[in-house]
């Protein structure tokens, strides 16, 4: 048996150990699969199971079209559905959940390479427990967006240029944020065409550096082509945001009013707005570790952290703490960074720690609290 498949059997048991643990912390909360369920879950999960319609019947937000919301994940969603037969929310876990452990197996690999002396258990154990962790076992894009960058960073190392290109457009039609993939795979195809502009092959290698580019953004090319097609808006999926509250200010305007509030308050109330104060420390801890992996000249995890921020801090706080807690660079370094502690006892207080964080942050999710996420 080698050491992968050691380490596969052995994220399959830690994340069914975890899942057990959901569900018993889960029980006064109606279960697992319904407690899961909150916020956009059930956007996920009507569209897997009606489309894309206008969705009148969604709480009281009245007539609001659902196209803010990436086809792949609903489309993935639908598939385990018919398969498994189940209700949306548990199928939903199902995807999530397997998603995860691509993701902690993929990264693994990943740090295999970029990290040499990390060890892969203790990365296996801190992926499992680290207290946003449950975000990827809930019905939500986490998992999948985590394994696909993953996925176009190894592609891309292997020189595989046009399979980078066919997971960046399915990274694509999983978010929006998946267009801050082009340029990495743009940096790659440049190089590889200007490494053989002197060779005889040279229009041959071009042909094969520009492929990936026009493959990479079609995720997103053809979701747009949908939307134009169905309503006549090509950037739907844009301009209903303002329906949510999100209109471009600039990520300097919306740091300074964040902390002009200064409404650290509402942490204390269950279901008010989410503090903006909260939301933009977030912002500012995700780009101080972009700043420590640009330091390490880490350069594509730098620019994928730190846009990830920004992007989403240009128009709203919302969300910005599971942004910036689920990016895989994020938990890299942080995973790194436990691995500086000394003594057995500590890193296992540490482990202790975080694990009981995450257990209290679960309880609030299950209660639909808006103070944490």
């Known amino acids: 048996m080698t050491s ?20 018993l912390i889960a029980h006064p909360f109606g ?12 956007w996920y999960v009507r569209l897997a199971a009606d489309g894309y319609q206008s969705d009148s019947q969604w709480d009281t937000l009245g007539p609001v079209p659902n196209w803010a919301f ?18 949306g929310e548990a199928a939903g876990l199902i995807l999530s959940n ?6 902690v197996l993929a990264s693994a690999v990943y740090l295999r390479r970029t990290r040499p002396g990390l060890n892969l258990v203790f990365w296996a154990l801190f992926a499992v427990l680290f207290p946003f962790g449950f975000t990827f076992s809930a019905v939500y894009t986490e998992g999948l967006f985590a394994l696909l960058t993953i996925a176009v960073l190894l592609a891309l190392q292997d020189r595989r240029l046009l399979l980078a290109g066919l997971l960046t457009a399915l990274l694509c039609a999983t978010r929006p944020t998946g267009v801050l993939m082009i340029p990495i795979v743009l940096a790659h195809c440049a190089n590889l065409a200007w490494q053989a502009r002197a060779t005889p092959d040279r229009l041959g290698v071009l042909g094969k ?13 053809l979701f747009m082509l949908y939307q134009f097609i169905v309503i006549g808006d090509a950037m739907a999926f844009n301009h209903v945001q303002l329906l949510w509250g999100r209109e471009w200010v600039g990520p300097i305007a919306n740091l300074t009013r964040a902390f002009t509030d200064w409404d650290w308050q509402r942490m204390t109330t269950i279901h008010g ?6 939301a933009a420390s977030w ?22 952290l730190a846009a990830s921020v920004l992007l989403p801090l240009s128009t709203a706080m919302h969300s910005l703490p599971r942004f910036v807690a689920t990016n895989p660079f994020f938990l890299f370094a942080c995973c790194a960074g436990l691995l500086h502690i000394r003594g057995p006892r500590l890193r296992v207080a540490a482990f202790g720690g975080i ?6 942050v679960l309880v609030g999710w299950y209660a639909a609290s808006n103070a944490l996420y």
């Open 355 to 360: 694990a009981a964080l995450q257990a209290v």
């Open 70 to 87: 990436f086809p792949l994940y609903p489309i993935l969603l639908r598939i385990v559905t018919l398969l498994s037969q189940l209700r």
């Open 209 to 221: 550096a520009l492929l990936p580019l026009a493959i990479a953004p079609l995720g997103l090319s």
């Open 98 to 103: 397997l998603l995860f452990v691509g993701f």
């Open 4 to 23: 992968w498949r050691n380490l596969a059997l052995l994220t399959l048991a830690l994340v069914a150990a975890r899942i057990g643990v959901y569900a």
């Open 283 to 304: 912002a500012l801890i995700g780009l101080l570790v972009a700043g420590v992996l640009a330091w390490q000249r880490r350069w594509a995890e730098a620019y994928l």
């Open 273 to 278: 707005d989410a503090s903006r104060s909260y």
């Open 31 to 42: 279960g697992l699969a319904s407690a899961m369920c909150q916020y956009d879950c059930g």
